[in-house]
């Protein structure tokens, strides 16, 4: 079955500390990745995708991520981080051209002052 | 920026009851998705629409629920008889062609079954 594994469910920070989320998914095909971010009482909005190409992106906000196609992960980073990052963050994948997203169980980032 | 609309952003209702949940996609989008997210739980796939029918569809989906697009602009999903399982924050997502293109998420119904 399909499925996403995030190993961090919380997470705390100071400000300026560096972030690395991990992400592993199950599949074993071709696969479309995403990071996906929710603010507190907002929808969620894409940080970064992976398609096709060089395997590390970048994102907005200042977030990276890298898909290690042998570990099948697509783990996030960042290298310092800000209070406004305080937020839910969703890895997910897809595969063929119309299919849904299989999401992860998210991780809490809290990032303090 | 266009977005992704769903109304209402929260509706609570009594346990048997049927409640549409509505969705507005963006223009010119043609995949269609809902999504729900009990609370403390991952996002969860429901259903995928395209060229008006159901492309794909989780075990969630069952007989008690729908999907419609009623008039080119809306995208519902209906549930016919409510549990309080059904209880949920309930996500619509729309997508462009081509395959390179990401999901745009609305933000949210909170279902309240009570």
């Known amino acids: 079955a399909q499925s996403v594994s995030q190993h961090n469910h919380h997470v705390i920070l100071s400000e300026a500390a560096s972030l690395e989320l991990g992400c592993n998914y199950s599949y074993g095909g071709t696969v479309n990745l995403f990071w996906y971010v929710q603010y507190p009482g907002q929808h969620l909005q894409l940080l970064l995708k992976y398609f096709s190409g060089d395997p590390l992106v970048k994102g907005i906000k200042g977030f990276e991520a890298e898909f290690i196609k042998s570990k099948f992960s697509f783990n996030l980073r960042k290298p310092s981080v800000q209070w406004s990052d305080t937020a839910e963050y969703f890895c997910?994948?897809?595969?063929?051209?119309?299919?849904?997203?299989?999401f992860g169980t998210g991780t809490r980032l809290q990032v303090t002052l | 920026e266009p977005e992704v609309t769903q109304t209402p952003s929260h509706q609570v209702t009594q346990m048997g009851q049927e409640v549409i949940l509505r969705c507005v996609p963006i223009?010119?989008?043609?995949?269609f998705y809902w999504y729900r997210q009990i609370l403390g739980q991952k996002v969860e796939f429901l259903v995928s629409?395209?060229?008006?029918?159901?492309?794909?569809k989780s075990e969630i989906f069952d007989d008690q629920f729908s999907v419609e697009r009623p008039d080119g602009s809306n995208f519902t999903l209906k549930i016919r008889s409510t549990k309080l399982e059904d209880s949920a924050m309930y996500f619509c997502?729309?997508?462009?062609?081509?395959?390179?293109?990401?999901?745009?998420f609305g933000q949210g119904t909170r279902l309240t079954v009570v």
């Open positions: 997910a994948f897809s595969t063929g051209t119309a299919s849904k997203l299989t």
């Open positions: 997502a729309s997508r462009a062609p081509p395959r390179d293109t990401e999901a745009f």
């Open positions: 223009s010119n989008h043609l995949y």
């Open positions: 629409f395209y060229n008006n029918e159901i492309s794909e």
